[in-house]
Structure formats: C-alpha cells, structure tokens
C-alpha cells in the first residue's frame, strides 16, 4: 500500500496559478484580436499599445521587440489576475461556492481595477471612466477573463484537494 504525498503549497499554487493565468491570456488575447480584425485594425500594433503602457511613443518603433513585449505584459496580467482569484479562492468559502458567479464578478470588479488604477499608474494617456468604446472589453472581462480563471481556479483546486491526505 503505498502512502499519500504531500503536496509543497508553492508547488500546487503554481499548478493552479500558471494555468489559470496562461489560459485567461490566450482566450482574452483571442477574443481582443478578433475584435481588433473585426474592426480592420492591426493585432500587431494592438500589442504594441499594450507595451505603450511602459515605453510611451516608442512602442510604435520597436517592431516586434514591442509587439512581444506587449503579449508578454498582458500574459503577466493575467497571471496577477489569476494570483489574486487563487487567494481569495483559498480564503473566501463563497468563492468556492459560487465559482462562476464569482467569476463574473471578479471579471467586472478587474476591469475596474486595471481602468481606474493600474493604467493611471502607466505611461498610457488619460482617459475617462468608463473609457469610449468599453463595452465589448467588459463584455470580454464578465465572459472570458474571470469565469475562464474561476474555472481552472475551481477544477485544479478541487483534484488537489482530491488527491491530498484527509
């Protein structure tokens, strides 16, 4: 018979947290592009103004240094968004309850975040709250950002828990 293992919490928050944050990157990412096409703009220089945020003006003459550097600044946002669902997943009972609904509201109550805060904090000009054009972005955020990170959030959580000792 052999004994359970003990699982190193570092360990599985990464487990939980990587994937979540990667998985919310790609479909809100996906989702973005889509809409940027839709539009007739450019996904390319879409990720451009993501590196806007740190380099200003010179984002527009980087080429594909910037462009990279804006997938991977929206790749460590959504691990952030994901680190902090994690925490209030481990801390909250009705997070766990309400997964989804949770999900949702996390997803609102993030893009509030980054409108009102994190972007005030960047080289990203000013704008109003909301922002023009803002709806599709926070459709975006209630349908994809949060309910994607709540779900893998919830699923990984509960195998951990699963396949911990009692």
Same mark, same amino acid.
Do not use: E
């Given at each position: ?7 190193? @919490? ?7 947290? $990587? ?24 996904? #390319?220089? /879409?990720?451009?103004?993501? *590196? ?12 594909? $240094?910037? %462009? ?11 691990? /952030? *968004? $994901? ?9 909250? @009972? ?15 109550? #993030?893009?509030? #975040? /980054? ?8 080289? /990203?000009?000013?704008?109003? #709250?909301? @922002?023009?054009?803002?709806? @599709?972005?926070?459709? *975006? ?19 951990? %828990? ?5």
């Amino acid at each position: 018979m052999s004994s359970p293992t003990h699982v190193n @919490p570092l360990v599985a928050a990464v487990s939980v947290i $990587a994937p979540a944050g990667v998985a919310c990157a790609a479909a809100d990412i996906s989702y973005v592009i889509i809409l940027v096409w839709s539009k007739g703009g450019n996904p #390319f220089r /879409m990720l451009q103004g993501i *590196a806007y945020s740190v380099l200003g003006k010179a984002t527009y003459d980087g080429g594909v $240094a910037t %462009a990279a550097l804006g997938l991977t600044l929206h790749i460590g946002v959504a691990l /952030m *968004a $994901a680190t902090l669902y994690f925490l209030l997943y481990r801390t909250l @009972p009705w997070v766990r309850w309400q997964w989804l609904g949770s999900g949702v509201l996390f997803g609102a109550l #993030f893009y509030t #975040f /980054m409108q009102l805060v994190v972007l005030r904090l960047t080289l /990203m000009p000013r704008t109003t #709250f909301p @922002p023009p054009h803002w709806v @599709p972005i926070f459709i *975006a955020h209630i349908t994809v950002v949060g309910p994607v990170i709540a779900f893998i959030t919830h699923r990984l959580l509960g195998r951990l %828990a699963a396949s911990s000792p009692a």
